[in-house]
């Protein structure tokens, strides 16, 4: 219900609707409201917005978003999650104004959204717009997955140009040639963010979808600074590996033994 909670501000506009931050009456908790005027939407994006909550509603887990309550007040659409007083990775790379991160905090900020992502894909759902705008933070600094707008059940197919919105820098190469979304093209994302954690620019650019489709395809990009680790480098190679089949999966990755032993020192 509305009245059960408090609207304290706006933290974020998003694609089809606002986010504000939100005190719940019954215990003084912070929350974020995001709101989706359902009315202005078209069929398809309506569903979008109720899928969402179908899909977050049935997760749980340390490094996704926690999901709250919804309702439907007026013409919008609300979904009551966790705050993550420390907003989007994306600004907070911003923020760094070109200072690289230190390699620590690379691998914490890749494994705890690796550990997120392994847990959405045994639930056997696919987020498919994993990018640092979808990883928040927390005050204490920890990812969580969050934004469940495109996510889909494994094996449904839906339309690729329904995840077109803005740049994408996140397309994997079998989205370029219109093949299929699956858990791997989530994990080539993974690798553009882990690229993002240790240089603070994408992988692929371009100043139009064309070029950069080519240049995805390619495959070729900068590599890390060398201050970084080699199998922190070879780790950014492994994921933004063309071929599907060379990506490892989530579980993959996690029983790589270091990258298992840097989980387990997280942990
Ligand atoms: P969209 O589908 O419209 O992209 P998002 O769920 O990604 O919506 O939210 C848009 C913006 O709102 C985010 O980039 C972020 O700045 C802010 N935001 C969203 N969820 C949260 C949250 N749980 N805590 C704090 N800020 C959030
Ligand atoms: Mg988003």
Redesign the pocket.
């Known amino acids: 219900m509305a009245d059960d909670y408090e609207m304290l501000g706006k ?7 606002s ?1 504000f931050k939100a005190r719940r009456r019954a215990d003084g908790s912070l929350r ?1 409201i ?1 709101v989706i005027e359902v009315v202005a939407l078209s069929r398809r994006e309506q569903e979008d917005a109720l899928n969402e909550v179908k899909i977050l509603a049935s997760l749980r887990h340390e490094h996704v ?1 926690r999901y709250d309550d919804s309702f439907v007040t007026g013409d919008a659409l609300a979904i009551v ?4 007083a420390h ?2 990775l994306h ?1 907070a790379l911003r923020a760094r104004a070109g200072k690289l991160l230190p390699e620590p905090q690379v691998w914490r900020y890749l494994l705890q959204t690796l550990l997120g992502l392994h847990y959405i894909h045994s639930q056997r759902v696919l987020h498919r717009d994993l990018k640092t ?2 990883l ?1 933070l927390t005050s204490r600094d920890t990812v969580l997955i ?2 469940f ?1 495109v996510a889909r059940l494994m094996g449904t197919h839906t339309h690729f140009a329904r995840t077109m919105v803005g740049t994408p820098f996140y397309l994997s190469p079998e989205l370029c040639e219109n093949r299929p979304y699956n858990d791997k093209s989530d994990m080539w994302a993974l690798g553009c963010i882990l690229y993002e954690l240790c240089t603070l620019a994408h992988p692929f650019d371009a100043a139009n979808h064309g070029a950069l489709i080519l240049k995805i395809i390619r495959g070729k990009f900068p590599p890390p600074s060398a201050d970084y680790s080699k199998p922190l480098r070879e780790l950014v190679t492994l994921l933004l590996s063309r071929k599907e089949a060379r990506r490892p999966s989530a579980g993959a990755l996690l029983a790589h033994p270091t990258i298992g032993a840097k989980a387990a020192e997280l942990a």
Do not use: A, I, L
């Not at 933290?11 to 609707?17: A, I, N, T």
């Not at 999650?81 to 993550?84: L, T």
């Open positions: 933290v974020g506009q998003g694609s089809f609707g986010v974020v995001k978003v999650m966790e705050y993550c907003g989007d600004g705008m979808n928040f969050g934004d707008g």
